[in-house]
């Protein structure tokens, strides 16, 4: 099962891609936390590994990625750049790290350099590679995504079998959620949503503003969580909140 991991930002994206990976992992599944935002940094200090080549830069940065791709398209070459299929073994090892619980890493790329250029090589590698990824019945690829709705526009959430939006108590956070609910049924693609930082006297507020079918779990505002992101430390918080949620998604596995 693929997974895209979206929303605002700073709604919890990551916090909750790391914390399902990890209670995915526990549940007996090879899990596969692909890191799809070409700005922030900080998955690698929560998943507590370091240093995975990032696929961008393992296939030559953005130009070496383009002309390879170039050559591909020009040759219709089907053993081309991610043309064909892979599995998750086949794909460079120095692009992945495992965490000490098991959960493999790949990062697609970020931006290095001042004037370098889009992040649109990002965006057309994390399509190729996710539509190219062939996996079993026992593996979860999920996707850290950017914030916002870049990845939408791109066609990358195609690619998933499910899109998870992780919605924070703000209005913004709310907006966003029924946009990508819209989005998501115009292209015929199943999305659920899973509230964030819920605080007791709010969660009946929260759940109102979004099609309670599609809200499949709260995450309590945890305190533990914020002082990890506050101190850069690896996240290793369990919450029953999160075991019942991937439950809940395996479940349509
Ligand atoms: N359930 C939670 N309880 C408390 N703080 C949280 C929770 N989820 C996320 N946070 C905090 O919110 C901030 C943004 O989280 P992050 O996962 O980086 O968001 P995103 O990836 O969507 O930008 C971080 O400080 C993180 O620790
Ligand atoms: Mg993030």
Do not use: W
Request: overall charge neutral; aromatic content about 4%.
């Amino acid at each position: 099962m693929k997974i895209e991991v979206s929303g605002k930002g700073g709604s919890g994206k990551s916090t909750v891609s790391v914390l399902l990976a990890r209670s995915m992992k526990k549940l007996g599944f090879r899990v596969l936390l692909v890191d799809g935002d070409e700005s922030n940094i900080g998955l690698e200090n929560l998943t507590g590994v370091a240093g995975p080549v990032h696929l961008l830069d393992y296939l030559g940065g953005k130009k070496g990625f383009k002309s390879r791709l170039n050559q591909t398209l020009m040759t219709d070459n089907p053993a081309g750049l991610f043309s064909g299929t892979q599995k998750i073994d086949d794909l460079p090892r120095e692009c992945i790290a495992v965490t000490q619980d098991g959960v493999e890493v790949l990062v697609i790329g970020k931006i290095h350099h001042m004037g370098e250029g889009c992040a649109c090589p990002m965006g057309m590698l994390s399509k190729k590679f996710l539509a190219s990824l062939e996996i079993g019945g026992n593996e979860v690829i999920l996707v850290d995504a950017e914030a916002g709705v870049e990845h939408f526009g791109r066609g990358i959430v195609g690619e998933c079998d499910l899109i998870l939006g992780v919605v924070d108590p703000t209005a913004e956070s709310f907006l966003l959620a029924r946009k990508m609910a819209q989005m998501a049924e115009a292209g015929g693609k199943a999305i659920r949503f899973v509230l964030n930082k819920v605080e007791p006297e709010i969660e009946a507020f929260m759940k109102q503003q979004l099609d309670s079918t599609k809200c499949i779990g709260a995450i309590p505002k945890d305190h533990a969580i914020f002082m990890n992101s506050l101190e850069g430390k690896q996240l290793s918080r369990t919450l029953p909140e999160i075991d019942e949620i991937c439950l809940k998604i395996l479940k349509k596995a």
